[in-house]
């Protein structure tokens, strides 16, 4: 009896062994492993990866990795430092990537059926630890000049599979088949998850950037690389039109004085109407260098005041329409006054006075009727709308600035509001409108300064 009583004292121990010797193997496979190649390139182009987005809505688990812009930027350096540059004249592709995930868990129950039967002692596919996904990987690229570059969507597939032994070390046996990373074996006291996931998701994550890469390759290289100088020349545009300080406006104004296209030549004419003196003195400069035709200011020396003025006209229209333009802050704002003072300023020296058009004239009409039935703040935005829309067609016209400065006032937008009635001061009008004006701008100035709201204007 009490070899007995000894036996089954003995069985937990034995239990606790057996169960100490369990095991576990897994393999990682993909379908798409990486090349090797650290020599492939895209000819001369670059790729800057700015955007990443994963979705994944069944789940994640040891296969879908939590990928961030920087991470997987600098795993695409590593693995094609060819290809993957932060140079500002790279490419910026973004990239979405979408997985279709299957953690197992409906094989579960048939996987705990089969270590039953084993009784926990041959190699059995492992609850939990079998997980597979459908990845597709879409790419597009940004270019300022053609528009985003759609690319074809790769698709490849990952599998973890995974055996497992309860009460023997056959565990550790390789699970079959190929794995493209080396495979990862425990006991059953030694669980390390942190790195099955590891594996997995670096697997993975390489797997994505050779998705990348063979998108790529089946796009229109010449037109990717057109696109990255694109994006390029669209930097140096922000250096000159959004620099800090003169200094870095003027060091990129002598950089885009090298380049003989068209655009430059658009960035440089905005240049001109810097605030800073040294800027625009930059700029001319540069235009001359480029070959442009002379500047308005040449022109109006030379007498000729109606070609200046389509200058500006010209200028105005560049400045309100482009997308190299359109970076916002105060700094463009004060560019674009000094633009319309200019020439506001030259319009009353031109004799004969240069036609208003109709459909100019029949907007300001329009804003003038919107004006006089205003009874609320919204009703008077919308003389304040039909005036803009006139001032677009004819920017040199003192007296639609007048009328709009009106209705800003009326709509609570006194800084708007001084600010169209400094343009109409610059027309030199008759001496009695002078001073209604200048008493105006005084009431404006002043009812914004008590509103304490410093609101940035939202036209021209």
Known sequence: MNCLRSYFACLPAVACLLFATG?????????????????????????????????????????????SRKSFMAAAR??????????????????????DYDDGRERDGKYALYTLLAVGLVPVPAPGANEA????????????????????????QRQNAAWWTVFSPLGLIPVPGQSDVPRSSSTMFNDDDREWTRKGWSLSEASCVEAVVRALEAGDLSRMDTAGQNAGFRRDVADVLRGETAELRIAAV?????????????????AVYDPDPAVRAAAADALMQLGQPPTAEEL??????????????????LMMKSDVCRLGGQLDEQRRKNLLGRMITLVPE???APPIPDEARSLFGKGSAFRAKARTSADFELAVRAYDQALRICPWWAEAYYHRA?????????????????LYLLSKPPTQAADEARERLLQMQAKHAESGRKTPPENF
């Open 300 to 317: 109006r020396r030379l007498g000729k005041l109606y070609p200046a003025l389509d200058q500006y006209e010209a200028d105005f229209k």
């Open 254 to 270: 002598k950089d885009l004085a090298d380049r003989g296209d068209l655009r430059a030549k658009d960035v440089l004419r905005l």
């Open 350 to 352: 031109l004799v004969p």
């Open 78 to 99: 590593g693995q094609y430092p060819l290809i993957f540059d932060e140079d500002r004249n790279a490419l910026p592709v973004n990239v979405e990537v979408a997985c």
């Open 406 to 422: 009106l209705a800003e006032g009326d709509a609570g937008r006194f800084a708007d509001a001084a600010r169209d009635f400094q």
């Open 133 to 156: 996904g459908d990845f597709s990987v879409r790419v597009s690229a940004d270019d300022p000049g053609q528009g985003v570059i759609e690319y074809p969507v790769v698709t490849f």
């Open 23 to 67: 095991c576990t193997s897994i393999r990682y496979s993909t379908t798409l492993p990486a090349s090797g190649r650290r020599d492939r390139c895209l000819g001369l182009v670059k790729v800057n990866i700015t955007n990443v987005v994963v979705s994944s809505p069944a789940g994640r688990g040891n296969i879908v990795p939590e990928l």
